[in-house]
């Protein structure tokens, strides 16, 4: 019997990943393509340009499909995961009819005004690749949450003519809505030339792009909290109900149909600041980390092993991306003395992305009424040995890493192995595709002097925010 295979499709704010896996969880081959950065027509807005999205994808596609040595009658399916909280609006033809507003922009928090006389669909971006690659108007009804018209207990569009008028959908404006498993139709001959994936392949709903992160990670059970090293990073749990009225859980829809993953508060622009800081170091720190060998984020983190734990007073506070209910919010760093180098910086970032994550995850937790052993961390972050370790420290308790650490494109293959058969239930799938690859244990006393500098980081922002208010009149 020939060997199987699933493709997993993750694009995220970053960039679009392809990856084929087999039906065990390994990697066949994989690439991706970034995307292009923002345009920024006014504060707030924040869209894609052109048709980025699906461009994206057609290159990483094309350039995965390249790379296969297998037959491609023997890859069973698509399973297919983008961004969420975006938005596109689409002429009846499904093109673009403006640019695809980004989750970052505020107008994905704002009611729908139809201003635009060529709009006829308004869909997440997970509707806009799935008609690009199928034809077909649907998509994954987990993917619509938060300023869409869905009834969170029927996992489906409301029956509420109220929910239609403060969202500013009508009903016909939007795609049909299927399950995270179910298939949303098949490549077309147009999609196939375009991606180089094969014509008439399933392409498979999943959800959200933390629940399918979640899924891919194996993260089940009230003891274990996923934390999710993003462009916005948070954490996630799984869930039993959808519960309301919480302060510091979000019932989000599982990538496991009518159940429910709790997400954790974020960092906007949390990973992404690991980024902003390499880019700020230029390109001639870029040549001396290829000189030995390494990428610019390994160098660093060499570097910043040799930085004791607290990096000498450093503190680094995490607004590089204001939060829409307080626009004054900014990045700042505070307590630069004579030994502060980039070794500093980046080490504060670093134990600024944990200590921020503790506190949502304390927050999380304590109103669920669980307690956590382990925490599995996720995203390209995790391949750092001294992130690792500063999660370990921070948390007090193991931290571990899969040996997939693009848990999306993992998420979206589980899914397209469950719809194609291959597994029974989600469940087996992940207990035969999901690995643990090593974990990292708690040093006490760096963790005890966690504790005594948490209480003091989380204090800042008390004493800074008048300043950045009077701030934000000059350089709003």
């Not at 984020?297 to 995490?318: Q, R």
């Not at 800074?464 to 208010?469: G, P, S, V």
Request: glycine share 10%; charged share 25%.
């Amino acid at each position: 019997m020939s060997e199987k295979y699933v493709i997993g499709i993750d694009e995220g704010s970053q960039s679009a990943k392809i990856t084929i896996f087999d039906l065990k969880g390994n990697i066949v081959c994989e690439d991706k393509y970034p995307l292009r950065p923002y345009n920024l027509p006014r504060p707030g807005y924040v869209e894609h340009p052109d048709d980025d999205w699906w461009d994206a994808i057609c290159e990483a596609s094309r350039k995965c499909m390249a790379k296969f040595q297998g037959d491609p009658k023997d890859i069973l399916a698509i399973g297919l995961c983008t961004i969420r909280y975006c938005r596109a609006y689409l002429k009846g033809d499904g093109s673009l009819a403006q640019p695809a507003l980004s989750w970052m922009d505020v107008r994905v928090s704002q009611p729908y005004e139809h201003t635009n006389p060529d709009v006829k669909y308004i869909v997440a971006s997970s509707g806009y690749i799935t008609y690009r690659l199928t034809g077909e108007k649907k998509d994954t009804v987990a993917n619509y949450e938060g300023g869409w018209p869905v009834d969170v207990d029927t996992w489906n569009w409301s029956e509420d003519p109220k929910a239609y008028e403060e969202t500013g959908m009508p009903r016909e404006m939007l795609f049909d809505l299927v399950m995270p498993g179910d298939v949303l139709g098949y490549v077309t001959e147009e999609a196939a030339k375009a991606t180089g994936f094969p014509q008439g392949l399933p392409v498979v709903a999943t959800s959200n792009d933390k629940a399918v992160e979640g899924l891919g990670t194996g993260c089940m059970g009230d003891k274990t909290a996923c934390v999710s090293l993003g462009t916005y990073t948070a954490a996630m749990m799984e869930g039993r109900e959808y519960l309301r009225d919480t302060k510091a859980v979000w019932p989000k829809f599982s990538c496991m149909p009518n159940k429910y993953l709790y997400d954790s508060n974020g960092i906007r622009r949390g990973m992404w600041t690991v980024s902003w800081f390499r880019d700020v170091l230029g390109d001639g720190f870029a040549k001396e980390a290829k000189a030995q060998g390494m990428s610019p984020e390994e160098l660093l983190s060499k570097e910043a092993e040799n930085v004791p734990v607290g990096s000498d007073g450093l503190m680094t506070v995490l607004d590089w991306l204001a939060p829409v209910d307080a626009r004054y919010k900014k990045g700042m760093m505070i307590g630069f003395d004579g030994r502060s180098d980039r070794a500093h910086i980046y080490r504060s970032i670093l134990e600024a992305v944990a200590m921020t994550m503790k506190r949502h995850v304390d927050d999380m937790t304590n109103e669920m009424g669980v307690t956590l052993d382990q925490v599995i961390i996720t995203g390209g972050g995790s391949n750092s040995d001294l992130l690792m370790q500063i999660f370990a420290d921070v948390f007090g308790i193991r931290t571990v890493r899969n040996e997939v650490n693009g848990a999306a494109g993992l998420g979206s293959a589980i899914c397209a192995a469950v719809a194609a058969g291959a597994y029974p239930t989600f469940e087996d799938a992940v207990k035969n595709m999901v690995r643990i690859k090593d974990g990292f244990e708690p040093n006490e006393e760096n963790h005890k002097l966690y504790e005594r500098i948490m209480p003091i980081y989380f204090d800042i922002t008390n004493h800074t925010d008048a300043i950045l208010k009077k701030t934000y009149e000059i350089f709003e």
